[in-house]
């Protein structure tokens, strides 16, 4: 099939251009689970438990930002491939006097022990309030479960490790992980508030990239018109933008 | 932070700048393209601002030294804005290469002012605040010379060009430490940046200068090579949250020396006097191609190498041994006169570099406080590397670790050749272009990358056995430029193999960039979490302190009593804001480059007890207390010390976080 240089010009201008609209949108509007505090550093971790339906392990913690999804460390006994399905119930305070939000997972023995365990939050969670979460272990589990925990963590002041429903070791606490599910418009929106600086950082890291990708792009199609060498010019920085975004956090 | 004061900072910082435009346009009358113009005039100008300001400060008073210089070099930088505008030097690069020349630098730029601001706000890292910009601080409120903020009856063992330059901007500005501090460094690094550009494209070309400057502001470890090794998944399931908490590590190698990126946030008065140094590499190259004015070239080359030693001695040596090897290459090719000359500059920058007050003088000059340095002649470490070095050991790296107890390796040991494959390349393939295509345009930037790599393994600095590996940082560097060199020779050679040699110098480059690339997308994350949980009420504290009398000295309670405390985040950093920020001195004795043995025993003794010999040697008159961080012990000796009418409540931040006592001692009750 031939095609005419102005039809491919056309096609290469409409192309970028999509390209480039599309990889932004993308970028700005695409929901992704931004992380909103620090997991435990590996040699910090212990493992609690065996816990159970009856040695409820449950910890009370503040949150820094509203919270959709909250991470935490589960060591399934048993057989490699062996699984138990695990609730977690966020509560207004240790009373359980009223269910904030619900999660279930059901996390997998494996050789690494402690796994990583996403409990998506059925409601997100308001920020810088306290809550109370419990895992719930079903009756009917055969295998004994750990959970991971951290010791005297200066991050988790003022919150507080329960077993059984009662307050345990004072310096213990859970290691979790909270994650708040926001598209990158409103993330950075929401750093501009509290971070502007490094939303200036953002912003200026930006436009310096951009100007190295109309540099490369008038480089590159010298022979092109000015709406292809702006479309290459606006797409490589989205694509490479959307790469990166997908990459780190989805 | 106002962005008045910001603006203002940035102006005054600008100020040597275009005055080094008007000198550049003086002493090469021929230059008349506007990009070699306007990159040369960042290094001769902040070279010529530097000296020119620390001469007078030997016999005048600050006030009227920095003034005097500030009028000076406003008179040639307006002068400068006029001859631009009369003679109309062209802009010859193309809006293409123009646009990518000016992103990356705005990369580069935002690189350096994230790393800084996050060592200053975010606790990233702590010597640039603690010492140097504490340095500073107390040279904008104080007098010449300046004391030692942790030893205040004392002169410190250290250079202070690079502070003074930052004190000047104070004092002239009236503008915040912060402020005065980000704009001189992010002048002198765009000041590298256009000093490398401007240098080598008046050697070779444009594009030879685009490389070397990218491959010497990138160039890092390759420890972007180990990032399949990150603990991803493992124990968060969040690259972003993995990758951001380690980006310093992919910066930084085993050696413990660091990229060019993250120097702006550990040791700004490096990255200010590698300005000035490729000011003096312009004006050197200048004089070799012939310039008529010879003598002034020569003059000015020798105060910017001058400058360069004063504001981080370090270079010196690196300096010495190129134009020691330049001169031997005119000697070669029997240009006596341009041999001479060249020995001349490397003399006159020695005793130039002597002039400013600092620790090259004081040991150049045998007195108490140059005792204090120790060197030691080692060759027996030939051919080695420090593998511990500055604030983060790379034993901190989960990619690359030497065991603990080895604080030397070869440089042909496996981690060293995992480390910096691409040095090796850049050095064997730059031998290969002097020897094979007589590119002998190359020897300098060679020998002196060669000469910082060599160094650490012939001599030892006794006192801080860690400062050795300094040289390591700028001999990275610099082999970052070769690589650029290398790689632009690769890329414009043509025949048979040209896609075979431009693929060679394409992985060159992403060997020397690969860890500043894979890092820079997480450099905004720096600034996120803070190690000061008080920050706003340290620097009410801070405004407290700095409203009084200049001269304070203060106890700060809890905090640090030794240098390795003074360098850390604990105790929420109120530390580094007292001294710092607030310009009080906290008479801990840092170390051995004061009288850290007497201060240091004084101060625990206050320290522990609040006693009152102690306190009076050291002439305490300021407690600073964060309540809600002391211990139960240090909580009822305050309370006996108030009952006992030794401390009198000054001062109270707006959330109580902090307190400011006034000490009474017998002698002022």
């Not at chain 2, 700048?17 to 346009?25: E, S």
């Amino acid at each position: 099939m031939n095609i005419s240089p102005a039809k491919f010009h056309t096609l290469a201008l409409a192309g970028v251009w999509i390209l480039g609209v599309l990889s932004w949108a993308t970028a700005f509007l695409l929901p992704l689970d931004w992380p909103v505090s620090s997991m435990t550093d590996r040699s910090a971790l212990i493992p609690i438990g065996p816990v159970s339906e009856f040695v409820v392990p449950g910890q009370l913690f503040g949150t820094p930002e509203a919270v959709s999804a909250i991470d935490v460390l589960i060591r399934v006994g048993g057989p490699f491939g062996a699984s138990t399905p695990v609730g977690m119930a966020v509560y207004e305070d240790v009373e359980r006097t009223s269910l904030v939000a619900r999660s279930g997972a059901e996390p997998v023995s494996v050789p690494a022990g402690l796994a990583v365990i996403r409990f998506d939050l059925d409601v997100a969670i308001d920020g810088n309030r306290r809550f109370y979460l419990e895992l719930e272990i079903p009756p009917d589990n055969p295998w004994p479960i750990f959970v991971g925990g951290t010791r005297d963590d200066p991050r988790r002041a003022g919150d507080y490790l329960y077993l059984e429903r009662r307050p345990g070791w004072s310096d213990q606490d859970l290691a979790y992980q909270f994650f708040r599910r926001q598209t990158g418009i409103q993330r950075f929106i929401h750093i501009a508030s509290v971070r502007p600086e490094m939303a200036w950082t953002i912003v200026l890291s930006l436009v310096a990239v951009l100007g190295m990708s109309a540099g490369l792009s008038l480089l590159a199609l010298r022979n092109y018109g000015w709406m292809t060498i702006s479309g290459a010019a606006v797409a490589l920085p989205g694509l490479a933008l959307l790469a990166l975004l997908v990459w780190l956090l989805l | 932070m106002s962005p008045i004061d910001l603006t203002l900072a940035f102006v005054l910082a600008a100020v040597p700048w275009l005055a080094g435009v008007r000198l550049v346009m003086w002493l090469a009358p021929g230059e008349s393209r506007l990009p070699i113009l306007l990159g040369a005039g960042g290094g001769v100008g902040i070279g010529a601002f530097l000296l020119a300001l620390m001469t007078p400060l030997r016999f005048l008073p600050v006030e009227i030294a920095a003034r005097g210089v500030f009028i000076l070099f406003v008179v040639l930088a307006i002068w400068a804005a006029v001859e631009l505008h009369r003679r109309r030097p062209g802009w010859d690069i193309s809006s293409g290469w123009s646009m990518l020349v000016f992103g990356l630098l705005g990369v580069v730029v935002v690189g350096a002012a994230i790393n800084f601001a996050s060592g200053v706000w975010n606790g990233a890292t702590h010597e640039n605040l603690a010492v140097r910009m504490a340095m500073t601080a107390h040279m904008a409120a104080g007098d010449w010379p300046p004391a030692d903020p942790y030893a205040p009856g004392v002169e410190r063992l250290y250079r202070y060009t690079a502070q003074g330059w930052g004190a000047s901007v104070m004092r002239i500005g009236g503008v915040g430490l912060f402020e005065a501090v980000l704009a001189i460094t992010i002048t002198s690094v765009v000041a590298i940046f256009g000093g490398i550009f401007a240098t080598v494209a008046s050697l070779r070309s444009y594009l030879f200068g685009l490389f070397a400057a990218a491959g010497f502001v990138t160039a890092a470890h390759a420890s972007f090579l180990g990032l399949w090794k990150a603990p991803i998944g493992e124990y968060s399931v969040s690259r972003g949250e993995i990758l951001a908490g380690l980006d310093r590590e992919l910066v930084q190698g085993f050696t413990g020396s660091h990229g060019f990126a993250l120097l702006p946030g550990n040791d700004f008065t490096n990255v200010v006097a590698i300005a000035a140094g490729f000011g003096g590499a312009f004006l050197t190259v200048q004089l070799l191609r012939g310039s008529s004015a010879r003598i002034l070239l020569a003059a000015l080359a020798a105060v910017c190498f001058g400058a360069m030693a004063a504001a981080a001695e370090q270079t010196l040596p690196i300096a010495l041994a190129t134009l020691a090897l330049l001169a031997l290459g005119c000697a070669v090719r029997r240009d006596w006169r341009a041999a001479l000359t060249v020995t001349l500059i490397a003399a006159a920058g020695v005793a130039l570099a002597l002039v400013p007050q600092g620790s090259l003088s004081a040991i150049a000059f045998g007195s108490e406080v140059g005792s204090r340095a120790s060197f030691g002649f080692t060759p027996e470490n030939f051919l080695t590397l420090p593998t511990d070095a500055m604030l983060y050991s790379a034993r901190t790296s989960p990619f690359f670790t030497v065991p603990a107890e080895q604080v030397r390796v070869s440089f042909f040991s496996p981690i060293v050749l995992k480390e910096f494959p691409w040095v090796f390349l850049a050095f064997g393939l730059g031998a290969y272009f002097i020897f094979r295509a007589r590119r002998f345009y190359l020897v300098p930037f060679l020998g002196m990358a060669l000469t910082a790599f060599l160094i650490p393994g012939l001599f030892t600095d006794r006192v801080y056995p860690i400062n050795i590996a300094r040289f390591t940082s700028v001999g990275v560097y610099l082999a970052g430029l070769v690589a650029g060199l290398v790689a632009a020779e690769l890329w414009t050679r043509s025949g048979r193999y040209r896609t075979a040699y431009r693929a060679v110098g394409v992985t060159l480059m992403i060997l020397v960039m690969g860890s500043w690339i894979a890092s820079a997308p997480l450099w905004p994350a720096r600034l996120y979490d803070t190690a000061n949980a008080s920050l706003s009420e340290d620097l009410e504290v801070a405004a407290f302190l700095r409203d009084g009398a200049y001269g304070r000295r203060a106890l700060v309670l809890p905090g640090p009593t030794t240098l390795a405390d003074v360098i850390t985040d604990d105790w929420e950093g109120q530390h580094k804001f007292v001294v710092a920020f607030g310009a009080t001195s906290i008479p801990l004795g840092l170390d051995a480059y004061s009288e850290g043995g007497w201060y240091g025993a004084h101060y625990r003794r206050a320290y522990d007890t609040l006693d009152p010999e102690a306190m009076e040697a050291l002439g305490i008159d300021t407690v600073v207390v964060a309540p809600q961080l002391l211990s139960a012990d240090q909580a009822e000796m305050l309370t006996r010390a108030e009952l006992d009418d030794r401390l009198v409540l000054d001062f109270v931040s707006s959330d109580g976080a902090r307190y400011v006592y006034a000490y009474l001692s017998d002698d002022n009750d």
